[in-house]
């Protein structure tokens, strides 16, 4: 079962604009983690913020987190093409695993 | 400086064959995963190791065998391989800090059985 389900499933912006996707979870958790996945490659870690943590920033990323609602999101500003990529948000619980949601597919057209 | 490195990166296996995927990392870190990744959905463990010489199951693990020989090499085995089992199999490493656990991932190997 997937502790994060992110919102959108998809999203198509164009090159400038932010995008913004979102991640919701079930359980009580101790961060949670944002990763990005180009086609083809494996996952790459963006950003984590520690459940007492409500916002953090890492260049273009801003990333919100609300334990109340058990709810995070990610704002990509000023999108580049590059940045078309699937992005999956990873809770962490006790123990040492990650348990991933089902991703966001992003495209930035030019 | 290689990261995490899995091999092979294709393969196609007749029902019932078996197989071994390899990961290997350099980063010195205690924690390798294996994960499976199915179109449309995220990433769900088979096995994990925590420190060389130990396994433990994830999510998924029917169907596998890990072992963790080396600190380095984390070894996936499929004893008889089904359909249900084509997909993309990534493995990861870590090492724990007070920050958290982030994983850094090898490129996949994508595995059709037939």
């Known amino acids: 079962s997937q502790q994060g389900e992110e919102d959108p499933q998809a999203l198509s912006i164009q090159e400038g604009e932010n995008a913004t996707m979102n991640c919701s979870y079930k359980?009580?958790?101790?961060?949670l983690q944002w990763y990005r996945q180009n086609s083809g490659r494996g996952l790459v870690h963006l950003i984590l913020?520690?459940?007492?943590?409500r916002e953090k920033h890492s260049g273009r990323l801003r990333v919100t987190l609300d334990t109340s609602k058990k709810s995070s999101s990610l704002l990509i500003t000023a999108s580049r093409a590059a940045d078309t990529a699937s992005y999956f948000c990873?809770?962490?619980?006790?123990?040492?695993?990650?348990?991933f949601g089902g991703g966001t597919r992003v495209l930035v057209k030019p | 400086n290689a990261g995490v490195t899995q091999t092979p990166k294709f393969r196609v296996l007749k029902t019932g064959q078996s197989m071994t995927l390899l990961c290997a990392q350099d980063?010195?870190?205690?924690?390798m995963y294996w994960y499976r990744q199915d179109p449309g959905m995220g990433l769900r463990l088979i096995h994990y190791?925590?420190?060389?010489?130990?396994?433990a199951k994830g999510e998924v693990p029917d169907g596998y065998n890990v072992s963790r020989l080396k600190k380095q090499n984390f070894l996936l085995g499929l004893e008889s391989a089904a359909p249900s089992q084509t997909s993309v199999y990534f493995c990861?490493?870590?090492?724990?800090?007070?920050?958290?656990?982030?994983?850094?991932f090898g490129a996949g190997t994508r595995l059709s059985v037939l």
């Open positions: 359980t009580s958790i101790n961060n």
């Open positions: 990861a490493s870590s090492i724990r800090g007070a920050w958290g656990n982030i994983q850094y």
């Open positions: 190791s925590v420190g060389e010489g130990t396994t």
């Open positions: 980063m010195n870190h205690e924690y």
């Open positions: 990873a809770t962490e619980a006790a123990g040492n695993k990650l348990t």
């Open positions: 913020i520690r459940s007492n943590e």
